[in-house]
């Protein structure tokens, strides 16, 4: 339960962290909150020969609006974005999840940037990132690049991050008006990883639902979109009379896996109503009814 | 390829400086390099929370990083908030509420609870379980531990 011996490197800027990771060909990792890196590291599931803390580079850990969108750096900690007013303005949706993520003391440490990096099947973030179409802007020593959420996540804990990449900043276009959202997760217990969660957002015009998002995690290898329910909502005044279809959607979008915690059935279920519930709150704050 | 680093972290007010080894947990620095055993160790993969401590004012699981990245930080455990005839509040509501037997999460309760008590209202009991929700305790159900907390709520500003 101690980790293996590795070189320790204090990045002080973005730049000499991918510096560092760019000579270490493949045998460093970035140690931001450490809340899942070091775990790995006690259990020595993970052996890296150098570690690059970027806890102490400047300016790393932001929240802010810039007009269309929020910028969020990838330093920042998720008691940060749980607590952020600019956040619980724009994005009161990601305000709630936050709450559902691990525990204080986790949040006091964990970070965005390494939650999306880790890609943990059941946390939070990613299904958030997803959700929010967010942006995600990386770095490394070839160059600047900007990935779509939904091109991110690969599969589980694998991202479109290469070895000599630094995820630095999430930038979330702010949602259109008259939009409702709705969050639902079940878990064992407060802060476990989620069994199965859902969130969603619709947009109202005219009476009707001109865009529904459906994102879930834990019941599948990453976040998943529920694109054919989403199609289904679109249009229609409200979603009492096609929940049967919709959930049915959901569930068809999804390929639970049966663990200690809940089979693969319970879980498929599971998502479904939660499905339901978050799509009505979503409704209705939306002002539909 | 992993030589030691020069560290200098306040503990509960006093400042050690230290040579470690990049590897060396927090807790283990605690522990074993400055000799303060109140903090405690159970799973040291982030599950349990007795190794619980505040960095910089903020609830941390010390097994969770290493003793290197607590350089130029105050770090504060369970032996800075009181001692046997001179507990603080928290602690003396602990001890009058029966919410501990072993005691061996006791400290990550402390620590936890201190930190919880800083940032949320704690309106109901549930939130104080949710809160608590990341501090396993074999021994007492929660109840009393619960009880505790709620009674420093209750005593809060008049």
Redesign the interface.
Known sequence: ????????VVANSIEQAVAVLAQAGGDAKI?AG??SL??M???RLLRP?I?V?I?RIPDLAFIEDVGDAVKIGALTRH?QLETSPVIAKHFPILSYAMTHV?????R??GTIGGSLSHADPAAELPMMALLLSAKLHIISGRGKRIVEAREFFLDALTVDLAEDELLTEIHLPKLPPHTGWGFEEVAR????FALAAVAATITMSAGAMKEARIALTGVAPTPVRASEAEALLVGQKSETKLMAHVTEAVRAAIEPETDLHASSDYRRHLAGALAGRVLAAALQRAGAT | ??GR?DIRVTVNGVVYERAV???L?LT?FLRHTLGLTGTHVGC???VC?AC?VL?NG????S????A??ADGCTVETVEGLGRIGKLNPLQQSFHEHHALQCGFCTPGMLM?AT??LK?YPLATDVDI???L???LCRCTGYEHIVKAIRAMKAEAPR
């Open positions: 339960m101690k980790p293996a011996a590795f070189e320790y140690l450490g809340q070091v775990p590291l006690n259990f020969a570690l803390d806890n008691h691990a525990h204080l003391a986790i006091n440490r217990r407060a802060g476990d | 390829m992993s680093h080894e990049p590897r947990l283990d040291e993969h982030g929370g619980t960095l903020d609830s941390a699981r097994c969770l990083m290493f290197v990245q936890t930190d919880l940032k379980r949710d809160g929700s990341g501090n």
